[in-house]
């Protein structure tokens, strides 16, 4: 698994196209002489561009969160990936647990996006987790393995161009991010079913950890073997946070 780690950051609903260009500013300096991992910031859509334009040239690649499965048409208020790989998108999250559990997307409409996306030369972040109600049902991998056969249908030889987020919903946003050891046994376990679907590929995939990622345990989250990077919510939106995060992968990344 010689992948680099992937440190990415997910905005979420925050900063406009003058605040990116801030953040910027002030985060670029505090990473650009790390180059052992690789670095990813998903901002909103309207953000996008201010993105690739601050950050051109240096070590940073810029991502979406969303998409549509349609390259073009009567979709009010949708984006599609043409669109996101004009704009300079090199990544899209696709299945985050937001996108499932607030706006009821189904496995086959993250299917249809992943298909989509991989069709345009994007890289994919499938994300996938199960709520506290089915983790304390014991359905934890029940739900993890459902959610990754059916996200990847159809694209099991394009295993190369995907990688996994493994978010415990009951981590996101709470504060109380799962444990290392339980966070690394889901991860063991994801990368048992992606050996299943393409032995030849999966060891190529990074399967990331998100869920209240923060510099005072990113150390502790990155260093199981199986956990191959972090996808960061609210620390990614503070430059100082996220650059130690950053850092902390880094460091780490010398000796996994």
Known sequence: MGEKLLIAGNWKMHKTPTETVEYFKEFLPL???????????????IDIPAAVKTTEGSNIQIGAQNCYFEKEGAFT????????KAAGCKYVILGHSERRHI?????ELINKKVISALEEGLKVILCVGETLEERESGLTFTVIESQL?????GVENFLDRIEIAYEPVWAIGTGVAAKPEDAEE???FIY???????????GNIRVLYGGSVKPSNAEAILSQPHIKGVLVGGASLKPNDFAQIVKIGAKLAEVK
Do not use: T, Y
């Not at 208020?77 to 996101?84: A, H, K, R, T, Y």
């Not at 706006?103 to 496995?107: Q, T």
């Open 186 to 188: 889901v991860h063991k």
């Open 77 to 84: 208020g949708e984006i599609s990936p043409v669109m996101l």
């Open 149 to 153: 056969r059916l996200g990847l249908s």
């Open 31 to 45: 990473v650009n002489e790390v180059n052992n991992v690789e670095v990813l910031i998903c901002p909103p859509f």
């Open 103 to 107: 706006f009821g997307e189904s496995n």
């Open 192 to 202: 048992q079913i992606l050996n299943e679907l393409n032995s030849n590929q999966a």
